[in-house]
Each structure stands twice: as structure tokens, then as C-alpha cells.
């Protein structure tokens, strides 16, 4: 099983970034997905998270600029940011609870994808 991140890189303050997830592999199914950042000498906190049944968890700070959504058939989360600002540069990653056929379910990693808000 393989998480796989794209969508991140540079953008001016004020813009918009969509990050992509996709839970790769043999898999049975896939739970909760979540998307953490992380700052430098900081440790990494939610940013937004969506069950499997579609419910979603924000973090306060971040509400009203970012939605999560997810394609249930593809095993795939999106973290839709608009209204960035420069503190919002952080590096991403996401999470996902998958239960590999055969197996045990665990929390999976992505490898992390940068955002970076210019002024």
C-alpha cells in the first residue's frame, strides 16, 4: 500500500492550491482520510480529515478556506485551499486508515508535499 500526494508548490498569498491523495495498492478498503502540515521545529497538526461515510473535521483555524472531499471509488481525498497566506507555508501530508486485502487495517503516510505562499 502506497499513499500518493500530488498538488502542492508555489503560489502568491491570495491564491489557491488543490492537493491530491490516492491510496494505491490491494487494498479492501479505506477509512478516514486526513490531511496534517507541518512547520519547521513544529510538530505536525490536522488539517482537515473525512470519514468514509463523507463526515468532515476542520481545524478551526483553517475554516471557511479549505474543503476536504474524497472519491470513495478511487480510494482519493482532495484538500481544496483558497485564501492562502504566507503563514499557510508549510509542508502537507496526508494520512489514511486502509485495510490492505488480507490484512490488518494501520494509519499509512504520505511522503509530504510543500506549500509554499509568497507575499
Known amino acids: 500500500v502506497q499513499i500518493v500526494e500530488s498538488g502542492g508548490g508555489l503560489v502568491q498569498a491570495g491564491g489557491s492550491l488543490r492537493l491530491s491523495c490516492a491510496a494505491v495498492g490491494m487494498i479492501s478498503r479505506v477509512d478516514t482520510m486526513s490531511w496534517y502540515r507541518q512547520f519547521p521545529g513544529k510538530e505536525r497538526e490536522l488539517v482537515a480529515s473525512?470519514?468514509?461515510?463523507?463526515?468532515?473535521t476542520y481545524a478551526d483555524s483553517l475554516k471557511g478556506r479549505i474543503t476536504i472531499s474524497r472519491i470513495s471509488a478511487s480510494n482519493t481525498a482532495y484538500l481544496q485551499m483558497d485564501s492562502l497566506k504566507t503563514e499557510d507555508t508549510a509542508i502537507y501530508s496526508c494520512q489514511a486508515f486502509v485495510v490492505p486485502i488480507g490484512d490488518f487495517g494501520i494509519n499509512y503516510w504520505g511522503q509530504g508535499t510543500q506549500v509554499t505562499v509568497s507575499s
Open positions: 473525512i470519514t468514509s461515510g463523507g463526515r468532515t
